[in-house]
């Protein structure tokens, strides 16, 4: 199970910090992800880690604005996201898979928390 939290409102310009607790199994040698959707948008990756060694992955549009990484004696992972855009906004799911190989479709993932949503005003 798949816990998202830490979403909210914030200006253009600010922060937020998303967390993803996971329970009830162990997720090593999975592959975690932050996908997102927008009203009215496909849904789209955003960030990923290998919860092994750590390996982050990010799409081109949170690139340098937002940080994944994971706590694997809490098995928790977070997302940092700073500098925010209104573009930003939509629900926040972190999801998973089994194995470690790089996955950005919605469909490649096993897993689902119930999402948060981010709200970003100009």
């Known amino acids: 199970q798949l816990q998202a939290s830490g979403g909210g409102l914030v200006q253009a310009g600010g922060s937020l910090r998303l967390s993803c607790a996971a329970s009830?199994?162990?997720?090593?040698?999975?592959?975690m992800g932050w996908i997102r959707q927008a009203p009215g948008k496909e849904s789209e990756f955003v960030a990923g880690?290998?919860?092994?060694?750590?390996?982050?992955y990010y799409a081109d549009s949170v690139k340098g604005r937002f940080t994944i990484s994971r706590d694997t004696t809490k098995n928790v992972v977070y997302l940092q996201m700073d500098s925010l855009k209104p573009e930003d906004t939509a629900v926040y799911y972190c999801?998973?898979?089994?194995?470690?190989?790089?996955?950005?479709?919605?469909?490649?993932?096993?897993?689902w928390g119930q999402g948060t949503q981010v709200t970003v005003s100009s």
């Open positions: 999801a998973a898979r089994t194995g470690v190989a790089f996955a950005s479709s919605q469909n490649q993932y096993r897993w």
């Open positions: 009830g199994r162990t997720f090593t040698n999975s592959f």
């Open positions: 880690i290998t919860w092994n060694l750590g390996t982050a």
